[in-house]
């Protein structure tokens, strides 16, 4: 890329990623060429793959839930083209590391809105919870102890009794409680990561 052209991109991405200043920005880009240099798929050049994301967000902010982290690599790949571009990658980060409040709340309900209808289901819970949970050899079916945990959910964040969380269910929980904002698995980086 030419230098006019970087330096045009690094204007774009500081517009667009509102919450990092330019050098941060700059540093971000540096550390995506490093990322793509090292990937060795077919989108070197243009991007990196899922797993070079998923090995860097475990590496970097100690993510290590599978299925959260696939979640979270769709939310990035905004064109759904299957790598991570530059921007992406930026505007990405912007929101993981520093967003809102309100921003974070639509991230982590995009990331447990598995099939993306707009809703957190029963079914959706239960698969992002089934994980999250220690099974002792001497307890009762394990599924039972997450559907369990579903029905506290819905009880706790579903205000509009529909059986289903909306945006708008999961906002006013998180707003009344804001330990709820990962409550179906870790989307975000741990804070000790953040340090």
């Not at 945990?149 to 409680?177: H, N, P, W």
Request: with cysteine; hydrophobic share 40%.
């Amino acid at each position: 890329m030419s230098r006019k052209g970087a330096k045009l991109l690094l204007d774009s991405l500081a517009r667009s990623a509102k919450h990092f200043n330019k050098s941060e920005v700059e540093c971000l880009v540096n550390l995506f060429d490093t990322l793509v240099a090292r990937a060795s798929s077919h989108y070197a050049g243009v991007g990196f793959d899922r797993t070079v994301f998923r090995d860097t967000l475990y590496s970097a902010f100690g993510m290590t839930d599978d299925a959260v982290l696939d979640r979270v690599f769709s939310i990035f790949d905004k064109s759904n083209n299957g790598y991570i571009t530059v921007v992406d990658w930026v505007e990405g980060l912007a929101v993981l590391l520093r967003g809102t409040l309100e921003e974070k709340m639509k991230y982590c309900f995009a990331v447990y809105d598995l099939n993306g209808d707009g809703y957190i289901s029963r079914e959706e819970m239960f698969q992002m919870l089934k994980n999250s949970l220690l099974i002792q050899p001497a307890d009762e079916e394990p599924d039972e102890g997450v559907k369990d945990l579903v029905e506290i959910a819905l009880k706790k964040m579903d205000y509009d009794r529909d059986g289903k969380l909306s945006f708008a269910d999961f906002e006013q929980a998180v707003r009344d409680e804001k330990l709820l904002l990962e409550a179906f698995g870790p989307c975000l980086p741990d804070i000790k990561y953040l340090l």
